[in-house]
Nanobody
């Protein structure tokens, strides 16, 4: 199983970006999908999560600006980011808990990260 994140880039403050995270491989099902970010010198932090049933969670600093969603048929999660601020700058990583294999066990997978830079 692999996760491929994309959609990052350089944007001015107030701008919009949409991140995508596609899971591929031998997948039976995907439970929670999450977006994390890591700013230079900081620890990686959870930004948003979505369960297989669509239950959403967003960290307070992005509420009202970011929206996580998923397309289960495409094994894909999205992070719609609006009203971007310079403090949103960082590498954004997707994470998923994936059920795979003959024993149908859940494993944790990370994408490679995509850089988001917001200029003031």
């Amino acid at each position: 199983v692999q996760l491929q994140a994309s959609g990052g880039g350089l944007v001015q403050a107030g701008g919009t970006l949409r991140l995508s995270c596609v899971a591929s491989g031998t997948i039976i099902s995907i439970n929670d999908m999450e977006w994390y970010r890591q700013a230079p010198g900081n620890q990686r932090e959870l930004v948003a999560s979505i369960s297989s049933g669509g239950r959403l969670n967003h960290v307070d600093s992005v509420k009202g600006r970011f929206t996580i969603s998923r397309d289960n048929a495409k094994n894909t999660a999205y992070l719609q980011m609006t009203s971007l601020k310079p403090e949103d700058t960082g590498v954004y990583y997707c994470h998923a808990n994936v059920v795979t294999g003959s024993l149908r066990l859940e494993y944790s997978y990370w994408g490679q990260g995509t850089q988001v830079t917001v200029s003031s």
